[in-house]
C-alpha cells in the first residue's frame, strides 16, 4: 500500500510538472486548462483514496501487535454492539472501537495466548460479560435480548456506595461514590484504588472518571480481566487454560470455563444458585458472540455448582 501510495505521488506529480510546462497554445487554451483541472481532480481523489485506505491499513496493523484488530475488526465490533449507539442507550457514543484496540494495547497479553481458537474465545467471554453488565436488552428486545451490550456506562440507583470501610489499604473519600461503572461496573473502593494506581488516575478522589472518559473505561474493565485477585484467579487466566485450582477450589467445584469467570466477577450474588436468570445471560451472551468468532464456547459455563470466594 506504501508503494502505491508513492506511485500514486509519483504520477500525479509527473502529471502536474508536465502540465506546467507545456506552452499556451493559441485558440486551445481553454481545452488546456480544463484538462489540467481534470488532471488536478483526478490526483486529489486519488490521493485522498491511498490516504484513507492506507490510513485504515497501518492503523490495524499497529493493532494487529496487539491480537486485536485481526480478531475484531470494526464490522464485528458493531455486529457485536449492535444497539449500543441507539438513542434508548444512556452510553450512546461513549463506547468507541478505537477506545477498546486503544485500552487493549496496555494489556498486550489480552487475546494473544493459546491458539487461535483461544484467543477468540478468551476476546469473546469478555465482550459477553462486559455485554452483560451493560445490558439493556429485555426478552422481545429488537434483534434479541442479546444485542444490548454496552447500553449503560453506570450504575441507576445504586442501593449504597460501594464504601467497605474496613479496607484501610484504599480508604474511601468523603462524598465518593464507589457505584458501578464503564464496561466491567467497576465497584467498590478496593478496586477503584488499586485500578487507578495501575492505571494512572486517582481511583478513590475521581472515580467518576470511569464513567466519563471511554479509554479509561475499557482500561478498567480489562485492568478487571487480566489482575490477579488473590485467592481469586484472573479471568485471563481462566480463559486461556493457565488456571491451577488449589485446594479449596477443588472442594469448591470451582472448574475451568466461562462460569468460573463469572464467579470471580460476581460470584457472591449469582453462583452456588440454580438456574439464575443472571448467570443465564451472560450465557446467552457468550453464545451469541463465540458463533460470530466462529469458536466453541468451551465447557462449564454456568456456576451454579460452585460457592464463591
Same mark, same amino acid.
Given at each position: 500500500?506504501?508503494?502505491?501510495?508513492?506511485?500514486?505521488?509519483?504520477?500525479?506529480?509527473?502529471? =502536474?510538472?508536465?502540465?506546467?510546462?507545456?506552452?499556451?497554445?493559441?485558440?486551445?487554451?481553454?481545452?488546456? $486548462?480544463?484538462?489540467?483541472?481534470?488532471?488536478?481532480?483526478?490526483?486529489?481523489?486519488?490521493? =485522498?483514496?491511498?490516504?484513507? *485506505?492506507s490510513s485504515g491499513i497501518l492503523h490495524c496493523t499497529e493493532a494487529r501487535r496487539f491480537s486485536l484488530c485481526s480478531q475484531v475488526s470494526k464490522e464485528l465490533f458493531?455486529?457485536?454492539?449492535?444497539?449500543?449507539?441507539?438513542?434508548?442507550?444512556?452510553?450512546?457514543?461513549?463506547? #468507541?472501537?478505537?477506545?477498546?484496540?486503544?485500552?487493549?494495547?496496555?494489556?498486550?497479553?489480552?487475546?494473544?495466548?493459546?491458539?487461535?481458537?483461544?484467543?477468540?474465545? @478468551?476476546?469473546?467471554?469478555?465482550?459477553?460479560?462486559? !455485554?452483560?453488565?451493560?445490558?439493556?436488552?429485555?426478552?422481545t428486545a429488537p434483534d434479541g435480548p442479546y444485542a444490548w451490550g454496552l447500553c449503560f456506562k453506570e450504575e441507576v440507583s445504586p442501593q449504597s456506595n460501594y464504601c467497605? !470501610?474496613?479496607?484501610?489499604?484504599?480508604?474511601?473519600?468523603?462524598?465518593?461514590?464507589?457505584?458501578?461503572?464503564?464496561?466491567?461496573?467497576?465497584?467498590?473502593? *478496593?478496586?477503584?484504588?488499586?485500578?487507578?494506581?495501575?492505571?494512572? *488516575?486517582?481511583?478513590?478522589?475521581? %472515580?467518576?472518571?470511569?464513567?466519563?472518559? !471511554?479509554?479509561?473505561?475499557?482500561?478498567?474493565?480489562?485492568?478487571?480481566?487480566?489482575?490477579?485477585?488473590?485467592?481469586?484467579?484472573?479471568?485471563?487466566?481462566?480463559?486461556?487454560?493457565?488456571?491451577? %485450582?488449589?485446594?479449596?477450589?477443588?472442594?469448591?467445584?470451582? #472448574?475451568?470455563?466461562?462460569?468460573?469467570? #463469572?464467579?470471580?466477577?460476581?460470584?457472591?450474588?449469582?453462583?452456588?444458585? %440454580?438456574?439464575?436468570?443472571?448467570?443465564?445471560?451472560?450465557?446467552?451472551?457468550?453464545?451469541?458472540?463465540? @458463533?460470530?468468532?466462529? $469458536?466453541?464456547?468451551? %465447557?462449564?459455563?454456568?456456576? @451454579?455448582?460452585?460457592?464463591?470466594?
Amino acid at each position: 500500500m506504501i508503494a502505491i501510495g508513492r506511485l500514486g505521488l509519483g504520477l500525479c506529480l509527473d502529471v =502536474s510538472i508536465k502540465r506546467a510546462s507545456l506552452r499556451p497554445v493559441p485558440r486551445q487554451g481553454t481545452l488546456a $486548462v480544463a484538462m489540467a483541472a481534470l488532471s488536478a481532480s483526478y490526483c486529489l481523489t486519488l490521493l =485522498s483514496f491511498i490516504f484513507f *485506505f492506507s490510513s485504515g491499513i497501518l492503523h490495524c496493523t499497529e493493532a494487529r501487535r496487539f491480537s486485536l484488530c485481526s480478531q475484531v475488526s470494526k464490522e464485528l465490533f458493531d455486529k457485536i454492539f449492535l444497539h449500543k449507539d441507539d438513542n434508548a442507550c444512556p452510553a450512546k457514543n461513549f463506547y #468507541t472501537y478505537d477506545s477498546f484496540l486503544n485500552a487493549s494495547k496496555f494489556f498486550p497479553k489480552f487475546g494473544a495466548a493459546g491458539s487461535s481458537a483461544t484467543r477468540k474465545r @478468551e476476546v469473546a467471554a469478555f465482550l459477553a460479560q462486559i !455485554s452483560h453488565e451493560t445490558t439493556g436488552g429485555w426478552a422481545t428486545a429488537p434483534d434479541g435480548p442479546y444485542a444490548w451490550g454496552l447500553c449503560f456506562k453506570e450504575e441507576v440507583s445504586p442501593q449504597s456506595n460501594y464504601c467497605d !470501610s474496613t479496607n484501610k489499604e484504599w480508604p474511601c473519600y468523603p462524598g465518593k461514590s464507589y457505584k458501578g461503572r464503564g464496561p466491567i461496573q467497576l465497584s467498590w473502593n *478496593f478496586n477503584y484504588g488499586p485500578a487507578g494506581k495501575a492505571l494512572g *488516575f486517582d481511583g478513590l478522589r475521581n %472515580p467518576e472518571i470511569v464513567a466519563n472518559n !471511554s479509554l479509561i473505561a475499557f482500561k478498567t474493565a480489562l485492568w478487571f480481566w487480566m489482575t490477579e485477585q488473590k485467592p481469586k484467579p484472573s479471568c485471563h487466566d481462566v480463559m486461556v487454560g493457565r488456571y491451577v %485450582p488449589t485446594k479449596a477450589d477443588i472442594a469448591a467445584n470451582r #472448574t475451568a470455563g466461562y462460569g468460573l469467570v #463469572t464467579n470471580i466477577i460476581n460470584g457472591g450474588l449469582e453462583c452456588g444458585i %440454580p438456574n439464575d436468570g443472571r448467570v443465564s445471560d451472560r450465557i446467552g451472551y457468550f453464545k451469541r458472540y463465540a @458463533e460470530l468468532f466462529n $469458536v466453541d464456547t468451551g %465447557p462449564n459455563l454456568d456456576c @451454579e455448582n460452585q460457592k464463591s470466594y
